[in-house]
């Protein structure tokens, strides 16, 4: 099974409106990370924003935030007033496991956004 | 802001030569690690560091592949016999804690002829 599952391969949104990327999950350890990362045509990994599973409250970070919903195991990137730099892939990521070694990042397969002007 | 560093951005080698990605991860992060990505498909984990010694490594880093921290500030990803399905990105990143956030460098693309 797909640990972490991008559905929408490609999304469009209209410059200053809000966009949704959907992100659903599957761990059954009771302490897990996930992330969002921007990915632009220059190829760079850009860090987002950061939830962990014990937090109560959604994260938040600028225009981003995490719609998370921790019983239906999804963590959805909202970003709000899109600009045209905005237009990226987005990968979404897990990491499970809080104790021992370093702890690897799981991906989903991406969404290519493209913000229309 | 201090950021992960890789070099060289692009590196063409022939198949069955020997290649050495480098990266000079943030100073004060102690934990570190390599990932790939095959052209249009996700990232991929290959390695794990920490303390001189590897912490975890996937099915893909297999014996052609070895990774190195030869001094106090650069950490190497060695592929002894390069085959043409490592074309690849390749990126390092590091954390100062193992449940931080992980932060990648700009990637080296490598291209196996």
């Known amino acids: 099974a797909q640990k972490i599952t991008q559905t929408q391969p490609g999304m469009f949104v209209q410059e200053k409106e809000a966009v949704t990327l959907d992100c659903t999950y599957d761990?059954?350890?009771?302490?897990?990370?996930l992330f969002w990362y921007k990915q632009p045509s220059s190829g760079e990994m850009i860090f987002l924003i950061y939830?962990?599973?014990?937090?109560?409250q959604n994260a938040t970070e600028g225009r981003y935030s995490l719609n998370f919903q921790k019983a239906r195991k999804s963590a959805n990137l909202v970003i709000s007033a899109s600009q045209l730099g905005d237009s990226a892939m987005y990968f979404c990521?897990?990491?499970?496991?809080?104790?021992?070694?370093?702890?690897?990042?799981?991906f989903g397969s991406g969404t290519q956004l493209t913000v229309l002007p | 802001e201090p950021e992960v560093t890789q070099t060289p951005s692009h590196q063409v080698t022939q198949m069955g030569q020997e290649v050495i990605l480098r990266c000079v991860p943030i100073?004060?992060?102690?934990?570190f690690y390599w990932y790939r990505q095959i052209l249009g498909q996700k990232v991929e984990f290959l390695v794990s560091?920490?303390?001189?010694?590897?912490?975890?490594k996937s099915e893909i880093f297999d014996d052609q592949f070895s990774v190195e921290r030869p001094d106090g500030s650069n950490f190497t990803l060695k592929i002894r016999s390069t085959k043409l399905e490592d074309s690849a990105m390749y990126f390092c990143?590091?954390?100062?804690?193992?449940?931080?956030?992980?932060?990648f460098g700009p990637g080296t693309r490598l291209t196996v002829l």
């Open positions: 990143a590091s954390t100062r804690g193992h449940t931080d956030t992980q932060y």
């Open positions: 761990t059954s350890d009771p302490s897990y990370g």
């Open positions: 939830q962990g599973s014990y937090d109560q």
């Open positions: 990521a897990m990491r499970e496991g809080s104790g021992g070694s370093a702890r690897q990042l799981t």
């Open positions: 100073s004060n992060h102690l934990y």
């Open positions: 560091f920490y303390n001189n010694e590897i912490s975890e």
